[in-house]
Nanobody, 115 residues
């Protein structure tokens, strides 16, 4: 049974930082491309960052220079370090694993940026 479990969300003030984690089980984690997506109320889900099995990274334009995606294959975990957070970063953040046609999503974790 495949599970992707996100953690680390919460309430943070503008300019603050959070680190999200996504722990995977039931897959050969090291071969999967892992991504973080987010969805704000009334908006479409959008790509935040992606890291390939070879650790190449891609970022959405709105988070470049502020967010960093990384992975630890020994812990089957992908991380999203979020710095300089803005109110517009408020959303539910989802983890996704992809290997060819095999695609899995986590349940999401809420991030709220507000003073």
């Amino acid at each position: 049974q495949v599970q992707l479990e996100e953690s680390g969300g919460g309430l943070v003030q503008p300019g603050g930082s959070l680190r999200l984690s996504c722990a995977a089980s039931g897959i050969i984690f090291s071969i999967y491309a892992m991504s973080w997506y987010r969805q704000a109320p009334g908006k479409q889900r959008e790509l935040v960052a992606r890291i390939s099995s070879g650790a190449s990274t891609v970022y959405g334009d709105s988070v470049k220079g502020r967010f960093t995606i990384s992975r630890d294959n020994a812990k089957n975990t992908v991380y999203l370090q979020m710095n300089s957070l803005k109110p517009e970063d408020t959303a539910v953040y989802y983890c996704k694993g992809l290997y060819y046609v095999n695609e899995y999503w986590g349940q999401g974790t809420q991030v709220t940026v507000s003073s």
